[in-house]
């Protein structure tokens, strides 16, 4: 760990838009920062609410899912399911007194190498802001606190 | 549950590529001290015949069961790998990539310490994955023999001749009432000079009459359904008002139109020429079948019409019920020729197209100096004149901020030829306006000294404004005013004609073709190809393949060599019979609880609902294995092969380890 926090993105990635928006930043040479670390799914609708909160509890800062343009998906419609589970999601972390904005869900189609980059950027500056979460040591202590007050975690 | 599991992970630098920036002797050493794995190490180039073979070898060597290598993106080389696994008599679903070049080295390379970081976390990620890969196998299923092909131009033809002539049927739609394309449109074709009719309507004949090609001009696709192999392809037939099977080419039926004099703009001439309200489009169409044009038709416009064509047709072919109708054909792969649209000068007014009638673009010129066009080749201007100087001014809509950046590659090459037409046919003064001049090409270079030696002038600069030199009348020149940039000084001169020397842009609809054959687009418009040098004519959906301006602009010769690869990949598919299915289809558990949730999630109607056992079913030749139901079982009892729960939540675990191994 180096003194300046380094924010931890984890990144769900689609295999037809956003994974191939990566690839191609990475062809022109975008530079972006190396906060970001992608999952390949086959589609956004892949991505099950509990890999997000798994990705917290697990130490991440933020959880950044892309998919393909509404209307452009490979599967037809798995991001409009993605974007309906998202909307729910945002609204259970904020009940566990995670920020929202920790969490993101952006369109970029296969030739926005240009807006990866800029999302990348935007979100890793946004969270470096906010400061860690921490969930990891948070919920160990909240796990001791309940040890000594006799209740079994 | 790791009992057994011998993990090797090999570790590229492509050459600098990776290794410039990611400490890959590092990353190798880290991945040496995960658990499970037995061997790691770096290589040079992994994928070389070298590389491969170590990996080969260490398989069996080493008895390893797992294989994770770490260099460039899965979609490059992750068939490459799992067939190398394979060779070695592991089933290649025990293998796993890491993309260290596209999504690491390539785009950190300024903060290599950092890059180093995440690439371990990424390694990390891929060696507790893969302990919970399972051996599969690919789901084959057989295809189609036919071929769809979306457009008819010089693209479209080449591919369709070439197929038809291995023995496969072809469906060639083209929503012109005639093939041909753009090339049917020009006179002669750059640095041959031999005319593009020479060359191409022998070709549309032979498309027309080949006995394996279906070819139904007027038509478009209005709907894709299905995947590689098994396509099913709805086909909007616009009328024609004329039966196509009764109709011979006699063209009597033009005579016979009460309309005696041909009035109404012909699209094909660039609207130089004119036509009745039943007319062909040029002499040498495509099939030889008239057409009635509704907007302008009496009968079809007001009901009320003597009907002179139906009277003088001897084939009874006019027909005025005519109706659209809906074809549904089955194929099993696709070539999408869909071609280019020329740049709209009206978005430049300075140009002054539209507004002045001596200014007229290429394609028009094109008509102008074509034998069969509306002037028989004669290069007269709208005022009847023959021009005696001529500006030709290149790069309308192309390299250019505030319209495209892209440049159109064909433009300064039309343009000398242009320049070498018109002198020919005219002896006119020739005034070239260029920003650079671009001829590389065989033979490209050449043609251009030769024009050059004919006489042409050649001023570098972009034109800033053209006006008419004078207002009263009393001259019928216009001022081409532009910087010459190599003496530094403003030239005007006067002209009697200007040749707009318009870029190529994406079809206007292009959008929606590509949406609806599920194939993504630069952001330019054009198609995307899979990869620009491995993979020019293939498309990210199996079975769709690009041939021609549709994936970028490109000239005549390498329209058609990119035709006939098109066709080469497409018969590669099909003569194998059968394809296989990525094995990343979902499935059912045993603990389903039979809520039923899942069933109309699936946009493939794959999973239906066993009443006798009271759960769900996943049929796996519908399923194409998006994992939206796998997402929203509410009791995890479905599963996606390649992406398991499992394996993703290890991911999540490992990409989070803080690069000592550390799993927190």
Known sequence: MTDKFEPRIVAFFCNWCTYL???????????????????????????DPQFVIDAFANGADGVLIGGCHPGDCHYSEGNYKTLRRYQLLKRMLKGFGIDERRLRLEWISASEGDKLQKVITEMTEEIRSMGPLNLPSKIKTEDKELHLSGVKP | MSEGIRIGVYVCHCGTNIAGTVDVHEVARYAGGLPNVVVSKEYKYMCSDPGQAMIREDI????????????????????????????AGLNPFYFQMVSLREHVSWVHSKEKEKATEKAKNLVHAAVMRVVHHESLSKKRIPINPNVLIVGGGIAGIHAALTIANAGKKVYLIEREPTIGGHMAKFDKTFPTLDCAACILTPKMTAAGKHPNIMLWTYSEVVKVDGYVGNYKVTVKRKPRYVNEDKCIGCLACIEGCVFKEAKFPNRFDEGLGKRKPV?????????MKVLIDPETCLKLKTGKCKMGCAEACGQNAIDFDQKEEYKEIEVGTIILATGFKGFDPTILPFYGYGRYPNVYTSLEVERLLNAAGPTGGEVVLRDGRKPSRVAIIHCIGSRDESTNRWCSRVCCMYSLKLAHLIKEHTDAEIYEYYIDMRTPGKGFEEFYNRVAEEGVTFIRGKVADIYPESLDGSSNRLVVVAENTLIGRVVKIPVDMVVLSIGLVPQPDAKDVRRMFNISCSEEGWFLERHPKLAPVNTFTDGIFLAGCCQGPKDIPDTVAQAGAAAAETLALIDKGEIELEANFAYVKDDCSGCKSCINLCPYSAISFDEAKGKAVINEALCKGCGTCVASCPSGSIGQHLFEDVQIFKEIKGILANGEGVVR
């Open chain 2, 279 to 287: 007319y062909i489009p040029f002499p040498q169409a495509v099939p």
């Open chain 1, 21 to 47: 928006a990566a690839d191609s930043a990475g062809v022109s040479r975008k530079q972006y920062p190396p906060n970001v670390r992608v999952i390949r799914v086959m589609c956004s609708g892949r991505v």
């Open chain 2, 60 to 87: 069996k060597k080493e008895r390893l069961n797992r294989v994770i290598v770490a260099s460039c993106s899965p979609l490059l080389h992750e068939e490459t790998f799992r067939k190398c696994c394979a060779d």
